[in-house]
């Protein structure tokens, strides 16, 4: 393994002493060696190879591939916290519903723009199961993930209406939905909501909704990447606040029932996952395969329109696709069939069966990736215990729940600092500023860590915390 | 089943004699029933219901809904040539190494932005033995379909450099395509090729690119619809002015090998399928399993990026997506992986296995699909026998083979009367119009038509005959 030489600053001081220039300090005298597993030269040489600009503000993506290169390259592996993975195998109920629709011949014939009649049906009792709201069969449309999803849905949002032509983010939040208004060029605004809950979070985006500009407000709950939950009583007001400025909520429920600290998973059982479904009907929700049946490499979720949105009539949509205009049709026929054409054949099936497995008390979907929560309850044990501090850690006064992703800070280093030293310690993060949050630190996720990982960590924090000690 | 009383004008011309207004011919004093299998009201209801606002101009989509709906309502079957899909079954090779995937849990995992390694590697031997033309497995990216590799290729390609904002469609082409710019607000240019081949081809696409707002040009070769192959010396003049104007060609190969005036489907021999890339080094091939592997179900394809292309470093992708601005990877890592994040894992192994079959020389893809000519000559036959004619007949002076698509018209009727006659006979079709076409006529796909349904498209040309003879 290559371990270059790699320094930190010690003793400025008397050098600045020695020139007689107290406040400017000049290079150092003496320097000693830091305690790095991949250096500083191996770890730049990797990033002009994968012809990454700026490691501070690097994607999601970018630092995967540095991660697995550096891996690849030297053989020892990573503290893998960068990507929202599953960490456990594929649910086989999928798996082997998949198998059975590809003995049947469904590979070779396009699904229909709607989807495969029994996902449809499945996907509405499971949302009535364990949401407790009604959305017709017709309303729950398959798509190539969750982020195609929402692509497509901001894309109908922001077209519905000629003011109305500006998404707003409650940030933290996932970095691809930024990514694909870019590809667009389409507008949006976002604030970090860490110092605005409760009735300061219902004022403040009431001042965005007032101006009027506004299409739709998305947000992920659980939270990604602060695990943060909005309470009942929030939900309650911004769906208040959506049907007053008539805004429609996107509401993206990939960790569906990951918050543990309420017992979910029950089918037709209070209680029942929260969702701004409850109170009002201007909605879609986004409901993926890929955390909850670890089922990411399918690509598969179902976009869930509120009935009453599905039906809605716009002229502007009218006028632009040449059709009836409404909201539901254009968004399923003239933009989702427009970019994939369906979604996966084989996978509609599967997920049918998945669906209909935890509807039928079967499976609890739950339970079975509850192991998220404890690897996050080690990991931030073992940060805590060096010095690192949780930066999300409340719901207005609750303590958040252990989950898939959790939130990390290092004295005062800002973003960058705390994500690029780690990678040194071979440890892989995103900033939390890439998530649109104004805190210092980083987004850890405990996916992929596993039990003999836990010593490395141990071992490489250790070495990080002396390192950077003062 | 509903047949409803239709009647067409026979004699207006004795009333207006009665009137004593020659030009102005008056409703009619007799009328004839028409013979049709499909009732006026019966149709009209069911184009309320679906919300068509004209079916003059709908889309394949909507044409197929219909069809589906009266098939569903009434128990009589549609000769279906609507949608361009497979009428065979899907390859079993793909089927297999899919459900030997799903026993390997890739299911769970994220596919890579790239694509799955051996499918990269596939792809890059089966152009070599097809095409003759070496493209690097980096280069080659599984995407959702074709219709996702399109939808990326032409906003990258519509984004890198600020004057060239254009596409242009050689038409007449598949409406998705342009569809899909209606989305992004991209614009674009078009000109059916009909009377312009050869040196008048070559003379009239320069004009448009001299003018400097050229990004790219698309087109389909096997064309979609009219079944025409640009000839080899075609070919090598756009290639030439794609080098003299920087313009990147979008090949859609979705009918690869279906020329069946030549033999293809010999890997590694003579004669290769012509291709642009022959030409230029400034294009992107699309290759989807839909067709040649009867795929479709599966959403899958292969964008091919010239490798000089894919390594092109542009400033205003670099500033638009914040990244070294090299045009593969940005299309790649900003663009296809926000909008699905990968294609689906499992698919992507049938897929590659289906192409090692192919240049293994184990699997003629070809002669798997042969079949489409068989029907599209039965189905010419029947229709000339009635009136009809084909339209797009020739490429220069040489005879257009039978395949997947053909055009028909009937005497003077244009595009929107003689699909909605048919539609009334039981024979669903899109209008050329709808393809870019300047030209009065229909598409029609043979995939759908088996053995059994002949007689009854015999029958129902015969009765159209008898309605619309003067």
Known sequence: MNIGKNYTLVFPFILTIFNGQ???????FFIMEKRYTFSEELINKTIKELNITDLGT??????????????????VPFIRMDQGAPGFDACKIGIEAEKKALDTNVASKYPSPYGVGILKKE????????????ISPRSCIPTTGSVTASFGSMIACSQREEKKDTILFLDPGFPIHKAQLNIT????LSFDIYNFRGEALIQKIEKFLAKGNICAILYSNPNNPAWVCLTEKELKQIGALADKYDV??????????MDYRTNFGKPFEKPYIPTIAKYTDNYILMLSASKIFSYAGQRMAICCISDKLFEKRHQQLAKRYNNAGIFGDTLVNSILYMITSGATHTTQYGYAEMLKSATDGKYNFVEAVKGYAER????????EKHGFHVVY????????????????????MNCAEIMKELLHYGISSITLSSTGSEENGIRACSSQMVDKMFPILEERLYAFELDNKE
Chains 1, 2 share one sequence.
């Open 22 to 28: 107290i406040n400017k300090p000049k290079p150092p």
């Open 58 to 75: 690097a994607t999601i993506g970018e630092v995967a591939r540095l991660a697995s290169t550096l891996e690849k390259e030297t053989g």
């Open 123 to 134: 996907s509405s009792i499971f949302i009535k199961a364990f949401l407790n709201i009604d």
């Open 185 to 188: 060029g389409t507008k949006y």
């Open 248 to 257: 429609t909520i996107l509401e993206d429920l990939a960790y569906f029932g």
């Open 376 to 383: 996050t309850e080690k990991m931030k044990h073992c940060f």
């Open 393 to 412: 850690n409340k719901d207005i006064d609750e303590q958040i729940s252990d989950g898939f992703f959790f939130t990390i800070g290092y004295k005062n």
